[in-house]
């Protein structure tokens, strides 16, 4: 969760944008949130909820994939693809103002 994302909760910590909520939440479960994001995300479902049941809603889709695909692997077809498409992906970083 970036400061644009973090920007996107509205005053009750829910976020405003499905996208960028749902994204957030994969980070904060992966682990890839910055400590004070971490820290205010971790504050904010002591206190709510309806939050706090959708992170272990996703928690729980995630572990469920996890052992779901974990003897399996991929066909050699789809990591080629996949391999050539991030080589494709390039990402562009833009400054915003009036972000938390």
């Known amino acids: 969760m970036n400061d644009r994302e973090a920007s996107a909760l509205d005053g009750r910590g829910r976020d ?7 994204y957030a939440l994969e ?6 949130l ?3 994001l971490a820290e ?14 959708e992170v272990e809603r996703v928690r729980r889709i995630k572990e469920l994939v ?8 991929a066909p050699p077809a789809l990591r ?9 992906v390039s990402v ?4 915003t103002t009036g972000g938390v």
């Open 16 to 22: 405003t944008t499905d996208a960028a909520g749902r």
């Open 27 to 32: 980070e904060a479960l992966d682990g890839e």
């Open 34 to 36: 910055s400590p004070a």
């Open 40 to 53: 205010r995300l971790a504050r904010h479902l002591e206190s709510c909820t309806e939050c706090a049941a």
């Open 66 to 73: 996890r052992r779901s695909c974990a003897e399996q692997s």
């Open 80 to 88: 080629e693809r996949i391999t050539v498409e991030y080589r494709r």
């Open 92 to 95: 562009t970083m833009r400054r």
